[in-house]
């Protein structure tokens, strides 16, 4: 048994019934961002040139912010769901890190600044599930739970 393939029995084994109130919640708001980002992509074109966030050009910024729309439509929805769960977080970790430390952070550091802690909130939050999965009101365990023909 590999470490992750222990990490991942674990997870399972050790998944409080609450916690799946919170994934669900988690997925919610994700998607809900990737609305917004979706509905105002001038806008952070606008911040990614002002702030020359990894040196984006126009054309490129546009498109990093289209695919983080859309990795966040799908990955809010799977993350509610339940299905593909430690997949659909995987992808979404890369996105909040960049949104923690580039994004944020050049708007400087506050205590006031509450997207930042919401974007710190929530990138620990998909570490968690990350390592515990996505519990027992799920699509994942209800396709391991079926048995097959």
């Given at each position: 048994?590999?470490?992750i393939q222990r990490i991942e029995h674990w997870g399972d084994v050790h998944h409080a019934k609450w916690l799946d109130v919170i994934r669900i919640v988690l997925?919610?708001?994700?998607?809900f961002k990737g609305i917004a980002?979706?509905?105002n992509t001038a806008v952070l074109q606008d911040l990614l040139l002002e702030n020359n966030v990894f040196g984006f050009s126009g054309m490129m910024a546009s498109?990093?912010?289209h695919i983080v729309g859309f990795v966040h439509l799908?990955?809010?929805i799977l993350i509610t769901?339940?299905?593909l769960t430690r997949f659909a977080v995987v992808i979404q970790i890369p996105i909040l890190l960049c949104a923690v430390f580039f994004v944020n952070l050049s708007r400087g550091f506050s205590m006031l600044?509450?997207?930042?802690?919401l974007s710190l909130i929530v990138l620990l939050l998909l570490v968690l599930f990350w390592v515990i999965g996505s519990g027992?009101?799920?699509?994942?365990?209800q396709m391991k739970r079926k048995p097959r023909r």
């Open positions: 048994m590999t470490v997925g919610i708001l994700i998607f980002i979706v509905s498109v990093a912010i799908v990955g809010g769901l339940g299905l600044n509450s997207e930042l802690w027992p009101f799920s699509v994942d365990h």
